[in-house]
Each structure stands twice: as C-alpha cells, then as structure tokens.
C-alpha cells in the first residue's frame, strides 16, 4: 500500500513508532538492526527493541521484536557484538552468539517526607543474549550488569573490542559526559575513566547514544580515534544534533586532539540523531558503516506521517580527511545505494544559460553535480515543485556559506513552531565542489564533496514526486558531471 510520505528506500517500521538505532551488528552474513521501537502508537511509548534484518543495507525484513519492557523496565537504546569465543558463558560452547547491552529504565514511585509521591527515575546497563540473533533472552531477567549511578541519565552502552588492550569498552553517557568500562568476561565491568567536562556542546538535556571507532585517515597510514555524542537539544542549528571529537583512545582514557571549545559536528541538518555504527563488520570489508535516527525530539511526535512515525538515514560510510580547517569525519552513503538505483538516460544539458530543472515522476531521485560558485554569485538549489525547502551556496572568505531553508505546517504547535528553518553554516571548502542529493518522499539528504559535509533533513513536499531545480541569481551556470538516477526496483523497508 502506498502511503504519502512513507519512503520507498529509508528503513521505516512496517507500524507504530521508531526512534534511535541500536544493536547495529553483522552476524552470519545479515546486518541486524534493532531500534527503539513503540508498536502500540505512533508516537513514544514503552520502549522495546524492533529488529529488522538485511543482506545489503537496502532491503530490510521486519521481525517480531527482541526485547520486551516488563518488570526490569523498558529497554532504552543501546549496542550489540558478536561474543566470538562465548567469552560470556552464555552460549553453546564453540558456537559464537549475540550480546546486547541496553539500558533498562524503571520510575518506581518514592514516597516524600510531606507525603506526596513522585517518580524516581532509575537507569541501568542490562545485557540480552542470542544464539541466532533471532530470539533473545534478558541476562538475569534484566537484572542490571551495571547499577545506577545516582544520575537519572544513564544510558546508551555502546561496547567495543580495544585489541592494543585486550579488554572490552563500554562507553555509556551518564549526564552530560561519558563514562568508560572495562571488562575481561563481558558481565563484570568496572569504571576507568570519564570524558566530557567542558568539552564539546552542552545544554540543558543529558549527553546520549555515544559511539567509539577508530577511523584511518584517508590517504595516510595513520588513525584517529572518534567520539560521537548526541546532543538531545542546543544543537547548532536547533534542537537534537550529533557531535563527534577526534583524539587517542589507549583502552582507558579518551584524550581529545582539538581545543576542547571545538565544536565538531557529524551533519549540518536538523534531523540527523543518535548515530551508531555496525559492529563485526568482517576485516575484509573493513568499512565502518552507521546509520542514523532522521528525526528530531523537537517535534517527531507531530510529523505528518500515517501508519508509522521516523525513518532512519541512508546508511553512511565514515572517512577521516584532512580538510582546510584541520581533520574531520565526513560520511558517503553506502556503495550498495548504487546498486539500487539505475541512471536515468535522459541525463539533462543545461536548459538555459542560469538554470536547469529535472522533475520526475517518480519518488526516488539522486542528482549529483560539479559545481563551480562565481565570485559574488548565489546558487540555488531546490527540491520539490511546491518549492519546501532549498538550500542556497555563496562564496565566502573562509570556504562557502551553505544557506539551509525549510518550510511546513501542520496544525499542532510544537511541530509549527520549531520545524521550520532558515539557518547558515560556512563550509571550509573552495568554490569548486560536488553536491549530491537523495530524495525519498518526505527526506532530503545533501552531501558534499562527496560525503565530506552533509546535511539531513526532513522534507514534506504537497506532491512527492521527486524535482530539483538548480539556479544562479548572475552570471553563468557552471555545472559539470550532471547525473540523475532513480530506483531501479522495488525494495523492501
Ligand atoms: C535518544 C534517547 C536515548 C534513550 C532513548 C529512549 O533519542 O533519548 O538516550 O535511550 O532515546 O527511547
């Protein structure tokens, strides 16, 4: 069935309500991708973990869902690894199974000395296992591995293999910084160290659904370790965004490289939260691969959709390049993207001397471009006919300043309120760069230079067929390598 604005190559739940990806593992040959998942309404509710399984990153089944919230709590965002030598106990002996650390979320009512009842929020590492990836089991009925802290924000495990050291992490956000844990057997863990103080964005809200890699550099046989952190509000350009830090990682101890006010994010939009990255992705692939909640907090409540609320980004590729403005983590969508689209054949000439215009009649489109910014002159870029949003490219001193636009109303305040934008980032980049953009009935993803910037935003367009218009207010249009492509088959999401 078709409905107006599910998309027809994001990952979306089949029904009911999706927010941050969890458990990102490949295992015997599938991408496992568990996710905070509400079945019962389309907005946020008891949390469970929803599964769905793909060969290519592209296609995606649907599966009953892995945990359950019951008595231990409901089960907040969290990681998953391969346990290869059944260093748990937890598995058949010589067979390899899954571990998912999440974070089990309890509000017991505590009585006051005046007599009125509130709600004591309580959050705790709890561990799930599987043999098949398919059903699960709470370690201990839920039982919390690592017990409360006394913050009430205290959640997001993600665990990781440090090879130098010989133990596994886990890095897990406990108000606004982020704790590391050790441990040998994967059940007991212990407190080494702690990041964050003053570094980075902070706001009111709690740190979450933080993320640990080591990335090489491209071009260099160097590495750097990554730090990503989501930020739930005071984001650059409004509400949830995730910030990255690039430093050393010696098994105990996060050291960050840049000045700690550096500010460093992973996307320039507005929907673009809680990435995590896959984990026992085989060595001869080698790729570090992440995917991405496309929403945020600010007003995902309220978005126009019918049987299902969120979607995720196409999944991304990370790179470490050296830019103008020192190292960053850029981020290409996954080869496999490719092999879902086909070109189409009538790749358009410029139409005029300052303009060219492709609609389509269909709902998927990836247009990319080479594009050369005269001095002083304003480019524009539109998706959609009714015109929803646009982003604007203008030539500056430091690099080129991005102009990110965006309009919609849908008849409840907090989504009218704070959906619509109209904000500048400036790039470190030359006026000759690459823009490519995927459209998918309702999103717009830009990336440029080829994944070295990004930004992801929602986009609900009256007519979804999908159109980009690409302008100069003076001079000559200077595009080269225009390509357009389109889905090449039917997919499942
Ligand atoms: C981020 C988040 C996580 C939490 C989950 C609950 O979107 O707030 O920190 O685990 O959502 O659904």
């Given at each position: 069935m078709s409905e107006q604005y599910r998309p027809l190559l994001h990952m979306t739940p089949n029904s009911g309500w999706m927010n941050d990806p969890n458990g990102l593992v490949f295992f015997n040959g599938d991408y496992h991708q568990f996710y905070q998942y509400y079945?019962?309404?389309m907005v946020w509710g008891p949390m469970h973990w929803g599964h769905k399984t793909s060969k290519d990153l592209i296609n995606w089944q649907e599966h009953e869902p892995a945990l359950l919230p019951d008595q231990s709590g409901m089960c907040f965002s969290g990681s998953a690894i391969v346990d290869w030598h059944n260093t748990s106990g937890?598995?058949?002996?010589?067979k390899p199974g899954l571990l998912a650390f999440y974070t089990s979320f309890i509000q017991p009512k505590v009585t006051l000395a005046d007599g009125t009842e509130v709600e004591n929020p309580i959050q705790q590492q709890s561990l799930a296992y599987s043999q098949d990836g398919m059903t699960w089991k709470k370690f201990?009925?839920?039982?919390?591995?690592i017990t409360a802290r006394g913050n009430p924000d205290f959640r997001d495990p993600k665990v990781i293999w440090h090879q130098p050291s010989q133990a596994w992490v886990m890095v897990v956000s406990c108000g606004q910084h982020i704790e590391f844990y050790r441990s040998t057997n994967l059940l007991d863990w212990h407190l080494v160290s702690e990041f964050g103080y003053r570094h980075g964005a902070h706001s009111k809200g709690p740190w979450e659904c933080p993320d640990l890699f080591e990335l090489p550099i491209e071009g260099l046989q160097e590495t750097r370790w990554v730090l990503v952190v989501g930020i739930g509000e005071g984001a650059h350009c409004g509400g949830a965004g995730t910030q990255y830090f690039i430093g050393d990682f010696d098994g105990e101890t996060f050291t960050n490289h840049n000045h700690p006010e550096t500010l460093l994010w992973?996307?320039?939009?507005?929907d673009y939260y809680a990435t995590q990255s896959f984990s026992d992705i085989p060595a001869e692939d080698g790729r570090r691969i992440v995917s991405t909640?496309?929403?945020?907090?600010?007003?995902s409540l309220e978005l126009p959709t019918q049987k299902f609320r969120s979607s995720m980004t196409m999944p991304r590729e990370l790179f470490l390049f050296e830019g103008k403005a020192g190292l960053r983590v850029g981020q290409r969508f996954v080869r496999e993207l490719n092999q879902a689209l086909s070109l189409d054949?009538?790749?358009?000439?410029?139409?005029?001397e300052q303009a060219i215009s492709i609609y389509s009649l269909k709902e998927v489109m990836k247009f990319s471009a080479d594009v050369t910014l005269q001095d002083s002159q304003t480019l524009h870029l539109n998706v959609y006919q009714d015109n929803p949003a646009y982003f604007e490219f203008i030539g500056v001193e430091q690099g080129v300043e991005v102009r990110s636009v965006r309009r919609g109303q849908f008849g409840t305040e907090r989504i009218d309120q704070h959906f619509p934008h109209d904000y500048r980032v400036t790039l470190p980049i030359e006026n000759e760069f690459q823009i490519e953009v995927l459209i998918d009935k309702g999103s717009v993803e830009l990336l440029i230079n080829a994944g070295q910037f990004s930004f992801t935003n929602l986009v609900y367009a009256k007519e979804t067929q999908a159109s980009v218009a690409v302008s100069v207010d003076s001079g000559s249009l200077a595009l080269r390598n225009v390509q357009v492509s389109s889905l090449a088959g039917e997919k499942t999401c």
């Open positions: 079945p019962n309404d937890l598995f058949e002996t010589g201990a009925n839920g039982a919390p591995i992973l996307d320039f939009g507005r909640w496309m929403s945020n907090h600010q007003y054949v009538q790749t358009p000439e410029p139409s005029d």
